[in-house]
Nanobody, 129 residues
Framework: EVQLQASGGGLVQTGGSLTLSCAAS????????FGWYRQAPGKEREPVSC????????WYQDVVKGRFTITSDSAKNTIYLQMRDLEPKDTAIYFC??????????????????????WGKGTLVTVSS
């Protein structure tokens, strides 16, 4: 059974930093891609970043490029999202998801190539102005 546990959210002031963690279990970590998504109050869930750990390839939404960094630790079966220069618009519940490969060997973490059907509970990030 795929299990994902996100943690690390909290309250931070504008310009501050947080690091989110997503601990994965129940499957072969390096066979999957992983994504961070967020859902702000009153808005739809949106993708933030993703990674294919076996290739080290990543993707970022334009609004977080240069501020957020996604990394993986295969030894710990954990994905991280380092967030800096946080802004109030980053306030949201952040979710991690595991992507099953649709096409084996895909080095891009796009949703067309990985099926992000397994989700963990979110962690709330609040950025105060």
């Amino acid at each position: 059974e795929v299990q994902l546990q996100a943690s690390g959210g909290g309250l931070v002031q504008t310009g501050g930093s947080l690091t989110l963690s997503c601990a994965a279990s129940g499957f072969t970590f390096d066979d999957f891609a992983f994504g961070w998504y967020r859902q702000a109050p009153g808005k739809e869930r949106e993708p933030v970043s993703c990674i294919v750990p076996s290739f080290g390839t990543t993707w970022y939404q334009d609004v977080v490029k240069g501020r957020f960094t996604i990394t993986s630790d295969s030894a710990k079966n954990t994905i991280y999202l380092q967030m800096r220069d946080l802004e109030p618009k980053d306030t949201a519940i952040y979710f991690c998801a595991a992507g099953r490969p649709i096409y084996r060997g895909s080095n891009r973490c796009y949703s067309e190539l990985y099926d992000y059907s397994d989700w963990g509970k979110g962690t709330l990030v609040t950025v105060s102005s």
